[in-house]
Nanobody
């Protein structure tokens, strides 16, 4: 089970830190990722991190602004979002996958959190 929190309303240029807490499984066995979605649009990959944090991947539009990290001892994965833009506005979801490689497509992830709203005002 995944529980995401930390969303909110922020002005353009500001920062937010999202967190996702996992329970009920072996957290270190899962690749973790953040996705986002707006109404009527497909859920899109934002950032992902491998089991041991060796590999991270980012959507092109967030590179240099967002940082994903995880703490396997605490079973948490965070997304630090800096220099936020209005186009970052979305509901953000954390997701977990136990497959062999870190995926970037939503259909590969089998476990999802409930989502947290991020709104960036211009």
């Amino acid at each position: 089970q995944l529980q995401a929190y930390g969303g909110g309303l922020v002005q353009a240029g500001g920062s937010l830190r999202l967190s996702c807490a996992a329970s009920g499984g072996s957290f270190s066995s899962y690749h973790m990722a953040w996705f986002r979605q707006n109404p009527g649009q497909e859920r899109e990959f934002v950032a992902g991190i491998s089991r041991s944090s060796i590999i991270t991947r980012y959507r092109e539009s967030v590179k240099g602004r967002f940082t994903i990290s995880r703490d396997n001892a605490r079973s948490t994965v965070d997304l630090q979002m800096n220099s936020l833009k209005p186009e970052d506005t979305a509901v953000y979801y954390c997701a977990a996958d136990i497959g062999p490689v870190l995926p970037t497509t939503s259909r590969r992830y089998e476990c999802w959190g409930q989502g947290t709203q991020v709104t960036v005002s211009s």
